[in-house]
């Protein structure tokens, strides 16, 4: 299984894909807030989103499995 991950700390503003959305290489799939910047979070790799593990709102720390993907 592939796994997406946090790339520093901050609150899952915004989840862009939803459970068995198909995503590319370098498509954002979450936006995280931090200091008042958003930042996306990019899928490495190609897949079918099986699971997302966070919740907007969420407060999440640096590499923290945000979404699970299958394929």
Do not use: C, H, T, Y
Not at 17 to 42: A, C, F, N, R
Not at 56 to 63: H, L, N, S, T
């Amino acid at each position: 299984m592939k796994v997406i991950k946090s790339n520093m700390a901050g609150s899952v503003w915004k989840v862009l894909v939803s459970v068995g959305d198909e995503v590319i290489m370098g498509q954002e799939v979450i936006i995280l807030e931090s200091m008042k910047m958003e930042i996306p979070i990019v899928s490495e790799e190609k897949g079918v989103v099986d699971d997302i593990v966070v919740n907007e709102g969420a407060f999440v720390d640096e590499d923290v499995v945000l979404v699970r993907l299958k394929g």
